[in-house]
């Protein structure tokens, strides 16, 4: 995921409209992504007001083609991401593999992208560099991404379950996961250490998306369950705790489990990457 300096850095906005604070913001991200030695270029759905998923898609395969665009960055998030998969060229984006930057509901297009061409993508949110935590973030970006660190990916795991585990990490938020279930674009998870957080939703809801992901099989063929923020549910001390839930809803004692508070919706998270494998141990 390194780049170096005076790459070209490319903005995009697969999922929902930006907002007009998102958009007021974007100013001082390019500035920051200057600041940090990268040649940021935004593409044209981040200014449309309603484009269509067959627009943003294919935005995202000029990026892909553009030999120029050395990474992309999807500032969007919200619910409408897998309007654009259809119109994804795979067989391009796999001998373009660029890495996607995205979060929330960019867990739709980085899930994709790994089950059809075996690319790694991150899970990140670009706009945390001018965030409350803008400091670190930038300070983090710069180490990891420019330089030869991993400030960006250091993160604190809590074992619930379990001393260690290893594997390919799929995943992201839990709920525009699920939405890739029984499509073409779920990732094999057999042996993968599946990572899973969530902004909203309470115990029912959190407790339904277990559950389908237990119906689904996937609970009982995983290596490893890693948990970030669920950030509604851990604002109201929501009992028993999120990784309780996990627990009760995996039913395997073999199943190492762990958790962050460290990777989530938060503007100080961590980065996490996704179709790469990852090795943690007490």
């Given at each position: ?106 867990t739709v297009i980085l899930n994709a992208v790994y ?168």
């Amino acid at each position: 995921m390194r780049l170096c300096c005076n790459d070209m850095a490319a903005i995009t906005a697969c999922s929902n409209p930006l907002g007009e604070g998102a958009l007021k913001k974007l100013p001082d991200l390019l500035d920051r992504l200057r600041g940090l030695g990268l040649t940021p270029m935004v593409g044209e759905c981040v200014f449309g007001a309603h484009p269509t998923g067959r627009e943003r898609a294919e935005e995202l395969m000029k990026l892909y083609r553009d030999d120029r665009v050395r990474a992309i960055f999807d500032i969007s998030g919200g619910d409408l991401s897998n309007e654009v998969l259809e119109y994804l060229d795979f067989s391009v984006i796999k001998d373009h593999p660029k890495p996607f930057w995205g979060y929330s509901d960019l867990t739709v297009i980085l899930n994709a992208v790994y089950a059809k061409t075996g690319n790694a993508g991150c899970l990140y949110q670009i706009r945390n560099l001018i965030s409350a935590d803008a400091r670190r973030q930038t300070e983090a970006f710069r180490d990891t991404v420019l330089g030869d660190g991993r400030k960006l990916y250091d993160t604190k795991w809590d074992f619930i379950q379990g001393n260690c585990m290893e594997g390919i990490v799929v995943g992201g938020n839990i709920r525009c996961f699920l939405k890739l279930a029984g499509t073409q674009y779920f990732p094999d998870t057999r042996g993968k250490i599946l990572f899973l957080e969530s902004r909203s939703g309470r115990e029912p809801l959190i407790r339904a998306f277990f559950c389908q992901l237990r119906q689904m099989g996937v609970l009982a063929e995983i290596s490893g369950l890693l948990l970030g923020t669920f950030t509604e549910y851990e604002s109201i001390q929501g009992n028993p705790p999120v990784e309780e839930l996990a627990r009760m809803a995996a039913g395997r004692a073999d199943l190492p489990i762990a958790k962050t508070a460290q990777i989530g919706h938060g503007s100080d998270s961590r980065a996490l990457v996704i179709g790469d494998k990852l090795s943690i141990r007490v």
